[in-house]
């Protein structure tokens, strides 16, 4: 097995089983040059023991490197999104609440209208255990019928519209709705070059058809 030892700072590591003396560092902690020997017969008995430590291996500095890579990477892209997002639609945002503080809503339009639709803007309050059948449904409608029996496509959008006591709630619901289904019909029925304005057209219906479903729940 052997040792390695250090001259300078009068100290030596005793080699494991397995182990070699390459893997270990070229120098002690102190500075000093370390050296090989078989044995410590010629070594002075006050010499302490230490541990040393080993060599970074290249796979170690390679995935070190790529690790650092990554986590560099990564923050540069969240920062450029978040600055890209500032400055495209953050000046936009604040000027709608601006404008919807300083400027009086018209009929329809309340205080707190536009802020009411910009909190909306996420899925949190997408009831998906509703959104999902009636989704398919209007898939199946899509996809399988023509003519009148399409208005009750429309008809079902209203319906998840009505279902909520927040008008605004239930149209962003009858949006989700509205865009899955054209967008599963349009695959099912061979429409890929539409795909893209049927699911447009499908969000626009949930939006006119959920709004209209919850005017009539708030107004009855």
């Known amino acids: 097995m052997g040792y390695l030892i250090c001259s300078k700072c009068k100290s030596y590591y005793k080699l494991q089983s397995g182990e070699s003396a390459k893997k ?5 902690d ?10 410590l017969d010629f070594v002075d008995p006050n010499w302490k023991q230490v541990s040393l ?13 790529i690790q650092s890579v ?23 945002v604040y000027n709608a609440k601006d404008w919807n503080r300083k400027h009086k809503s018209p009929y329809g339009m309340e205080t707190g209208f536009i802020n009411s639709i910009l909190s909306e803007l996420n899925f949190y309050n997408i009831q998906w255990a509703l959104v999902i059948p009636v989704a398919i449904a209007i898939t199946i409608i899509f996809t399988i019928t023509h003519g009148i029996f399409s208005l009750l496509i429309l008809v079902l959008l209203a319906a998840v ?8 709630i239930g149209t962003k619901n009858a949006i989700v709705t509205g865009a899955i289904s054209f ?6 029925t061979g429409s890929f070059l539409l795909l893209i304005p049927l699911t447009l057209l499908g969000a626009i219906n949930g939006a006119i058809c959920g709004w209209i479903g919850g005017y009539i729940k708030t107004r009855m």
Do not use: W
Request: aromatic share 12%; hydrophobic share 35%.
């Open 30 to 39: 102190c500075g000093g040059k370390l050296r090989y020997v078989e044995n």
């Open 53 to 65: 430590r080993k060599k970074v291996t290249r796979r170690e500095i390679l995935r070190n490197k």
């Open 24 to 28: 270990f560092v070229d120098k002690c």
């Open 70 to 92: 990554r986590s560099i990477g990564k923050m540069d892209l969240k920062n450029r999104l978040v600055t890209i997002f500032n400055d495209k639609f953050g000046r936009r």
């Open 161 to 168: 519209g009505y279902m909520f006591n927040d008008q605004i």
């Open 183 to 188: 967008f599963l019909g349009s695959l099912f």
